[in-house]
């Protein structure tokens, strides 16, 4: 494979073989059962050769389906644990691998965007990529001004793979919706079309990077690496080592999974407060632990550092989430069922033509909304489970209630972010203080702002 497939039909084939798969596989279940191989075994080992092929295609064909895959990844925490195995060890690796293109096609890449004599700009360069993404994958490489560097390479035709996919993969959401429960595939597809243009454009994705470097360049807690250079399909960032969050889910220690899930959830309130952009592509491959500047690898971990990478995809919130969230949330909080009716029928999440009980709405969102009703929550893959379960059993009052709210499209992305992040917490089994973030970054969460503003008004002294 000298680089993506771009023939539509090739790749339309490729994807094909997921729902023809799923169906062959049940196929030879029922054989096999009809052989006497109990259900559990059969079961096992059917969503184990689900798992190998959903891993194998998307992973191969890089673009929009392994962007999806990505996407899909975070959010395996709502599976039923006996069937969590094997979905999570195949949809994990596309966090941090898929097959690499050819050194001839990067080299090729490298020559048409950064010039014929493109290697003297580096002391060094390795040909073997360090990771690969959907769009992209990453080099090692040593710049000539001695800094270490991660060189990004985008893939040839990664734009047309990229739509192609999301369009097929949209033919395909009913079959593939069974795979997270109490989740609507179809608009997540849609978002992730909606946001190409905007990842393929290495020119907004080093922009909305150094505005996060530069805003964090002196934080304690958030690295994020500089640009050094960019080009049409080549970003030249500083290197950045540490402890992929992968890892960190699969082998770390309680003090490292705390301080990540900790980190994790600042980041994603502070940088929207602090940047006006929100970082839209939380998957644990684009995010690293890092021990503090001065402790080395001996520091205390609860003085680890979180390093964050890949801002190809970014929401954009001049003042920040919005403070309806905020106030939402801390009406809920208080009990005021009334008052959060309201102001969701204000902003378009209740419409105008239906009624719900504000006492109805109230208890859909209480159980959701658990972790920040407490000084700290430990996020667990059960208690995601049980949300999305609660939210997809067609018997629930909860899922009747549901499906008759609206998301309105200016926080489609702010939502499935959120979701994400909640999703990679609980994938870290992370005890968090998730109501000191809220206090300290969401606009609206705490009265007391707008009770100082009119105190600060009431000080004015008269003109």
């Known amino acids: 494979m000298s680089d993506l497939p771009r023939k539509a039909v090739t790749r339309t084939a490729k994807l094909a073989t997921l729902p023809l798969g799923f169906a062959g596989r049940a196929t030879w279940g029922l054989g096999k059962r009809i052989g006497g191989k109990s259900a559990e075994i059969v079961s096992r080992e ?47 690796k596309l966090q941090e691998a898929a097959p690499p293109m050819p050194t001839r096609t990067v080299h090729a890449v490298m020559a048409e965007r950064l010039g014929e004599e493109w290697r003297e700009l580096f002391s060094e360069f390795e040909d073997k990529p ?38 097929q993969l ?17 608009p997540l597809i849609t978002e992730l079309r909606d946001r190409v243009s905007e990842e393929l454009d290495y020119g907004l994705e080093a922009e909305a990077q150094r505005a996060h470097a530069v805003e964090f360049a ?34 770390g220690t309680p003090e490292q999974r705390n301080r990540a899930g900790q980190l994790l959830a600042r980041f994603l309130f502070s940088g929207p407060a602090r940047t006006g952009l929100l970082h839209a592509d939380p998957h644990p ?18 003085e680890f550092r979180l390093g964050v990478l890949d801002f190809g995809t970014v929401d954009r919130l001049p003042g920040g989430l919005p403070g309806t969230i905020g106030e939402a949330l801390r009406m809920t909080l208080e009990g005021d069922a009334q008052a959060v009716y309201d102001r969701l029928r204000g902003e378009g999440f209740i ?10 709405v109230q208890d859909y969102l209480l159980p959701i909304i658990e972790p920040a009703a407490v000084e700290e929550f430990t996020f667990t893959r059960s208690w995601m489970r049980d949300q999305a379960g609660r939210i997809a059993d067609p018997r629930s009052p909860a899922h009747q209630l549901g499906r008759q709210l609206n998301l309105p499209p200016s926080y489609l992305l702010i939502h499935r972010v959120t979701l994400s992040t909640i999703g990679v917490l609980c994938q870290l089994g992370a005890t968090v203080r998730l109501r000191d973030e809220l206090e300290a970054w969401l606009s609206g969460f705490l009265e007391e702002s707008a009770d100082e503003a009119d105190a600060d008004t009431a000080a004015e002294p008269d003109a």
Do not use: C
Not at 60 to 70: D, I, N, S, T
Not at 147 to 167: H, I
Not at 285 to 302: I, K, Q, S, T, V
């Open 351 to 360: 419409k105008d033509s239906i009624d719900l009980d504000p006492d109805a």
């Open 218 to 251: 002196d934080d304690p807690d958030v690295v994020v690496p500089d640009v050094v250079h960019q080009g049409e399909q080549v970003l030249v960032t500083e290197w950045m080592d540490g402890i992929p969050l992968a890892e960190v889910i699969s082998d």
């Open 46 to 92: 059917l969503q184990q050769r689900t798992a190998d092929q959903l891993f194998k295609v998307l992973g191969e064909l890089k673009g929009g389906a392994m962007k999806f895959g990505q996407a899909l990844s975070v959010f395996e925490s709502a599976l039923p644990e006996e069937i969590a195995g094997p979905y999570r060890a195949a949809l994990t």
């Open 130 to 167: 360090s990771a690969a993404a959907s769009i992209g994958q990453v080099h090692r490489g040593v710049w000539h001004d001695g800094r270490e560097v991660a060189v990004k390479v985008q893939y040839p035709g990664a734009g047309e793979a990229l739509l192609s996919d999301l369009t």
């Open 285 to 302: 491959g684009n995010f690293r632990l890092l021990p503090p500047l001065d402790g080395g690898e001996d520091a205390p971990e609860g």
């Open 170 to 186: 949209s033919r395909f959401a009913r079959l593939l919706g069974p795979l997270i429960p109490g989740m609507d595939i179809k």
